[in-house]
């Protein structure tokens, strides 16, 4: 692939990731996201899709960008015919998916973490191929679009033909959308974050087509904005109080249909192409 763009602020993210988890308690699951509600829902949804997908005993998935492997190990432990690596940039990461995978002995041959860069994925997997690979909010810590669409080309040379790639990452229009109604209750938008690079739909599609089939796109958090970043945001700006990750709307609002397209964060199923 092209050289690194921007290796300074490259860099400075990966401290950024390395500093979240040296302060963060290991028996938290707040190392990749303050709200562990939302962790918990894009997990299901993963294992949803690893289940339709019906995958033979012995299949790997691999998890680009696992951070403290608190996904891995739960959507491992869902499939015990399947075979889990995590791959993550950060050692002080991985050293909290280490003592994570300590309290789950019963997986430990079924699931390794590695360190490893995604920009330079065969470092790591040599010349192997795989039945699935997952990220979750990871390829939006590259510092660009030629960065990401790199590490998606390598996750298709990586994975077998009518292998599978379940994307969790953040999309522009998603995030317009919710800032939009934000605005419309009169609080302030939600920037993307220095360390975030969010996708567009529409390039994503067109350059992610040569490899992958289909794109199917789920906007499966909407709700779950709409309740937390719009509706019980505004009540706590009326009554001058701070939001609060842990108060029980997120977890009530995790059990809402998905209505709308009010959140930066979907899901996109993708198909290698045979």
Not at 33 to 61: M, N
Not at 141 to 157: F, P, T
Not at 159 to 168: A, D, E, N, R, T
Request: proline content about 5%.
């Amino acid at each position: 692939m092209s050289a690194i763009q921007n290796p300074e602020l490259s860099d400075k993210i990966k401290q950024y990731w390395d500093e979240r988890a040296r302060t963060t308690d290991p028996e938290s699951a707040q190392a990749t996201t303050y709200d562990v509600f939302l962790r918990d829902l894009e997990i299901a949804k993963l294992k949803q899709k690893i289940g339709e997908a019906a995958l033979p005993a012995g299949a790997t998935v691999v998890d680009l960008g696992c951070g403290d492997g608190y996904a891995t190990l739960n959507v491992a432990a869902a499939f015990p015919a399947l075979r889990f690596i995590g791959i993550d940039w950060s050692q002080d990461m991985l050293n909290l998916a280490a003592q994570k995978a300590a309290a789950h002995p019963q997986l430990r041959e079924r699931i390794s973490f590695h360190l490893g860069d995604m920009r330079r994925l065969s470092d790591i997997l040599r010349k192997d191929k795989f039945e699935v690979f997952l990220t979750v909010r990871s390829l939006i810590n590259l510092v660009d679009s030629e960065s990401q669409y790199a590490v998606i080309a390598q996750i298709a040379e990586h994975l077998k033909p009518g292998g599978y790639y379940f994307c969790i990452e953040n999309f522009m229009q998603g995030q317009k959308n919710f800032n939009a109604l934000r605005t419309a209750m009169g609080l302030p938008e939600i920037p993307v974050r220095w360390h975030n690079h969010f996708f567009d739909e529409n390039e994503f599609v067109a350059r992610t087509a040569p490899y992958f089939d289909s794109h199917i796109f789920e906007s499966f958090l909407s709700s779950y904005y709409l309740a937390t970043r719009v509706i019980y945001s505004a009540a706590c700006h009326f009554v001058g109080e701070e939001p609060d990750y842990f108060h029980p709307i997120h977890r009530t609002a995790g059990r809402l249909p998905p209505i709308g397209d009010f959140c930066p964060i979907k899901l996109v199923s993708l198909r290698r192409k045979f």
